[in-house]
């Protein structure tokens, strides 16, 4: 396993290791190469409209649970892992082969399950395995990475029904541990350096020996989600 070979020979039980999903994706296979896909009737009117190849809009459909707003070339879906991100994830930067695109790991908390399972084999040492992605948000310019597969980390930190510093009651705070630990990697490598993995030491707190609920913690219920169709 490449991630364990380049492992430090003092890499620890509370180490995080953060993997970028393409190595991950590309090691599962899940690469399509657009010759092969033949686009359908929503590929073929979506990319009409968006100026954008059928071929890829139809690969990013098949990737979709659903379509929730398309404008300026962007189809921002739902995966069936039940993220929502643009164009359903799909990638073609830093791809060798000519056309082809990229898809996200088809179970990433389980693909980040068995990294950890691996690496523990390995190397003696069960640190938590992150897989991550750059998404953009809401209401902020610029992108970020972010947690979309995660073993052995509390990607959610409640702190509902903990105290302030003025002892008022904490009602709606959560840190999103598993995106902050994502960012912050994010910052250790530019996204030319083809260097996939970071080791985040000082976050041991956050560390477990099981392999916990995963990345799927972050995602927000359809019905908490005040920018759903319907939502009030």
């Known amino acids: 396993m490449a991630v364990a070979n380049a492992a430090p020979a003092d890499l620890g039980d509370g180490d995080v290791l953060v993997v970028a ?112 992605d750059s998404f953009g948000r809401a209401w902020r310019l610029g992108q970020t990475d972010v947690a979309i597969g995660a073993a052995g980390l509390v990607v959610l930190d409640d702190w509902r029904g903990r105290y302030d510093a003025a002892g008022r009651p904490l009602r709606a705070t959560a840190i999103a541990v598993g995106d902050a630990v994502a960012g912050a990697a994010d910052l250790a490598r530019a996204k030319s350096s083809a260097e996939p993995v970071v080791l985040v030491r000082g976050v041991e707190r956050f560390v477990t020996r099981d392999d916990g609920p995963g990345a799927a913690a972050l995602r927000r219920p359809p019905a908490e989600d005040l920018f759903r169709e319907g939502s009030t």
Do not use: F
């Open 21 to 132: 999903h393409k190595v991950v994706s590309k090691a599962e296979g899940r690469v399509r190469r657009l010759e092969a896909i033949e686009p359908g009737p929503r590929a073929s009117e979506l990319s009409a409209e968006h100026d954008r190849d059928p071929r890829v809009v139809q690969a990013i459909l098949d990737e979709s649970a659903a379509v929730l707003r398309a404008d300026r070339g962007v189809l921002i879906c739902e995966t069936h892992h039940g993220l929502v991100c643009a164009n359903a994830g799909l990638d073609q930067s830093n791809l060798a082969e000519p056309d082809t695109v990229l898809l996200l790991p088809r179970d990433p908390d389980a693909s980040a399950r068995a990294l950890r399972a691996g690496i523990a084999a390995a190397c003696g040492a069960r640190p938590a395995v992150l897989i991550t």
